[in-house]
């Protein structure tokens, strides 16, 4: 079992930039993948980003070279730089952990705001 806490959320200006962070409660070195959803106001959660443990990363098709997800394993910890934000990025971005057992394991962080003025 694993734990999630996002934090950096904010506010900030068209344009501006963010980095999010996803503190994990245990070691982050044996997750599987690590990702990054996000779910704005009547829409259904998507996939912002994601790092598989072997370094791969996978974006959303909306990201376009602007966001960059990372991992530290020493801090236990997975980041999310934004950049070039719009508003159209704004919403609850929550992170993820998937990691195998024998069995899938998915476990979610509460979520932090990332709300982007025009």
């Known amino acids: 079992q694993v734990q999630l806490v996002e934090s950096g959320g904010g506010l900030v200006q068209f344009g501006g930039s963010l980095r999010l962070s996803c503190a994990a409660s245990?070691?982050?070195?044996?997750?599987?993948?690590m990702g990054w959803y996000r779910q704005a106001p009547g829409k259904e959660r998507e996939l912002v980003a994601k790092?598989?443990?072997?370094?791969?990363?996978n974006y959303g098709d909306f990201v376009k070279g602007r966001f960059t997800i990372s991992r530290d394993n020493a801090k236990n910890t997975v980041y999310l730089q934004m950049t070039s934000l719009k508003p159209e990025d704004t919403g609850v971005y929550y992170c993820?952990?998937?990691?195998?057992?024998?069995?899938?394991?998915?476990?979610w962080g509460h979520g932090t705001q990332v709300t982007v003025s025009s």
């Open positions: 245990r070691s982050i070195s044996s997750i599987n993948i």
């Open positions: 790092i598989i443990s072997g370094g791969t990363t």
């Open positions: 993820n952990a998937k990691y195998f057992t024998g069995s899938w394991s998915d476990y």
